[in-house]
Nanobody
Framework: QLQLVESGGGLVQPGGSLRLSCAAS????????IGWFRQTPGKERERVSC????????YYADSVKGRFTISRVIVNNTVYLQMNSLKPEDMAVYYC????????????????WGQGTQVTVSS
């Protein structure tokens, strides 16, 4: 049973912080790139961040650079997305997804997806 489970979403005020988790079950994340995507109704799915397997390179959408940080903790088989200085436009359902080795901006190239976690940013 291969599974990704997101957690850590919730309600936060503008300027606040959340830490999202993406926990893998049934396989190890060592050989996979892990991407974080977000989805808002009526908008295209956007890749907000990714971390590659082989070299650990990280990538961020321009809209989140300097505010979000992606990290992998091998012992936990988990990838995290630390989100600081949150803005209302960050409100979305956040998904993690995996593909072999290297990151891609194309969501269709990812093999396995979690069910998502809701992030709400409101005053």
């Amino acid at each position: 049973q291969l599974q990704l489970v997101e957690s850590g979403g919730g309600l936060v005020q503008p300027g606040g912080s959340l830490r999202l988790s993406c926990a893998a079950s049934g396989f190890t994340l060592d050989y996979y790139a892990i991407g974080w995507f977000r989805q808002t109704p009526g908008k295209e799915r956007e890749r907000v961040s990714c971390i590659s397997a082989s070299n650990g390179n990280t990538y961020y959408a321009d809209s989140v650079k300097g505010r979000f940080t992606i990290s992998r903790v091998i012992v936990n088989n988990t990838v995290y997305l630390q989100m600081n200085s949150l803005k209302p436009e960050d409100m979305a359902v956040y998904y993690c997804a995996v593909r072999r080795n290297y990151c891609s901006t194309n969501a269709r190239l990812y093999d396995l997806w979690g069910q998502g976690t809701q992030v709400t940013v409101s005053s």
